[in-house]
T-cell receptor
Framework: AQRVTQPEKLLSVFKGAPVELKCNYS??????LFWYVQYSRQRLQLLLR??SRESIKGFTADLNKGETSFHLKKPFAQEEDSAMYYC???????????FGSGTQLTVLP | NAGVTQTPKFQVLKTGQSMTLQCAQD?????MSWYRQDPGMGLRLIHY???????DQGEVPNGYNVSRSTTEDFPLRLLSAAPSQTSVYFC????????????FGPGTRLTVL
């Protein structure tokens, strides 16, 4: 069975500080990994996906198959980054998208 | 485009009552799904559909029914509401499946007393 673990329920950093939201997964095949974000009073939306290898709003995430991780990073956090972040894994064999439990990020002024 | 719409936004039910949560999308997406969001548990898949007339169970299907008579609509039915079904429910759609971007609705907050 596939599983996604986000070990931090809550994470607070100061504005301008680096931030890293951890995501570990368990899956034996070749996964597709995503980060979704839910800002206050907004819909859940895709932030980035590993196959795109792009930077969105200054965030990047690298798939590390050896450590089975897909941590989300940003060098300088902004107050508008405060949101709930979900890591998600897709696999064709399981025929579903599995979400982690989420990390609530608060960027303090 | 309205995207994915859900009604109602809020609902309070008594134990044993039934109701239908509505979901519609206007993006001509084949894939639609229902999730429930509970504190500390993330989003869990209830049911999903890969096209009109085709539905399947997700991780937590018990107590819920779905149907997909049109591409646009994917209602979720609670047959006999229980307090354990108190949650926030999200509908999502995508063009080509689980590896594609999921577009979420605004959610329905359901309380079962």
């Amino acid at each position: 069975a596939q599983r996604v673990t986000q070990p931090e329920k809550l994470l607070s950093v100061f504005k301008g500080a680096p931030v890293e939201l951890k995501c570990n997964y368990s899956y034996s095949g070749s996964p597709e990994l995503f980060w979704y974000v839910q800002y206050s009073r907004q819909r859940l939306q895709l932030l980035l996906r590993h196959i795109s290898r792009e930077s969105i709003k200054g965030f990047t995430a690298d798939l590390n198959k050896g450590e089975t991780s897909f941590h989300l990073k940003k060098p300088f956090a902004q107050e508008e980054d405060s949101a709930m972040y979900y890591c998600a894994l897709s696999s064709g064999s399981a025929r579903q998208l599995t979400f982690g439990s989420g990390t609530q990020l608060t960027v303090l002024p | 485009n309205a995207g994915v719409t859900q009604t109602p936004k809020f609902q309070v039910l008594k134990t044993g009552q039934s109701m239908t949560l509505q979901c519609a999308q206007d993006m001509n997406h084949e894939y639609m799904s229902w999730y429930r969001q509970d504190p500390g548990m993330g989003l869990r898949l209830i049911h999903y559909s890969v096209g009109a007339g085709i539905t399947d169970q997700g991780e937590v299907p018990n107590g819920y029914n779905v149907s997909r008579s049109t591409t646009e609509d994917f209602p979720l039915r609670l047959l006999s509401a229980a307090p354990s079904q108190t949650s926030v429910y999200f509908c999502a759609s995508s063009y080509s499946g689980w590896g594609d971007t999921q577009y979420f609705g605004p959610g329905t907050r359901l309380t079962v007393l």
